[in-house]
């Protein structure tokens, strides 16, 4: 299946620990994205990476880490994670150009 | 910071009956596009509107956008239950797309 696919689906852990999430996407897309919805719902872009270069990084603590290995994959890392980290973070990708993005499923992080 | 608001925060209509819902944006943007996020799960890209474009659609969507005003709207006509979702709008300025708050609609058998 053609798709943006993100892992784990779930993630439960606690505060000051460090974790990862990994993104993959088939689509061929040139530009992948970390954004983060909060419990009310709101969608946040965190980082953006073209091509395997960081072209957005919005105001994001720098325990926040993204990587991007090859331009199908952009991983999340997080160190010292806080009870604020609690949302659902979704990776994207678009093509170049005016395309809609296309989103992962999400990963729904609590930190306890 | 969101890209602005989305009116209303919440519907609840018939099946069969028409869904509206509006958004107003900040910045100039390149294009505007609605997603659909079913519960629990991620978001799906619905419609594109050019920054050139008045009017669009797809199927039993229509999407309007007037620049002057910053502000776009979403029609859903002939509602279904399937429906059911939050609906976001977010423009799209270079790289980045912001998103509205969303609109939350429930469509009742």
């Known amino acids: 299946d053609t798709a943006v696919s993100q892992t784990p689906k779930y993630l439960v852990t606690q505060m000051g620990n460090d974790k990862s999430i990994k993104c993959e996407q088939n689509?061929?897309?040139?530009?992948m994205y970390w954004y983060k919805q909060d419990s009310k719902k709101f969608l946040k872009i965190m980082f953006s990476y073209n091509n395997k270069e960081l072209i957005i990084n919005e105001t994001v603590p720098n325990r926040f880490s993204p990587k991007s290995p090859d331009k199908a994959h952009l991983n999340l890392h997080i160190n010292s994670l806080e009870l604020g980290d609690s949302a659902v973070y979704f990776c994207?990708?678009?093509?170049?150009?005016?395309?809609?993005?296309?989103f992962g499923s999400g990963t729904r992080l609590t930190v306890v | 910071s969101q890209q602005g608001e989305e009116d209303p925060q919440a519907l609840s209509i018939q099946e069969g009956e028409n869904a509206t819902m509006n958004c107003s944006y900040k910045t100039s943007i390149n294009n505007l596009q609605w997603y659909r996020q079913n519960s629990g799960r991620g978001l799906v890209h619905l419609i594109l509107?050019?920054?050139?474009?008045r009017e669009k659609h797809s199927g039993r969507l229509r999407v309007t956008l007037d620049t002057s005003k910053k502000s776009s709207s979403l029609l859903i006509t002939a509602s279904r239950a399937a429906d059911t979702a939050s609906y976001f709008c977010?423009?799209?300025?270079?790289?980045?797309?912001?998103f509205g708050g969303g609109t939350r609609v429930l469509v009742k058998p």
């Open positions: 977010a423009g799209a300025a270079g790289n980045k797309l912001t």
């Open positions: 994207a990708s678009r093509a170049t150009g005016d395309y809609g993005y296309t």
């Open positions: 689509l061929g897309h040139d530009t």
């Open positions: 509107i050019r920054s050139n474009e």
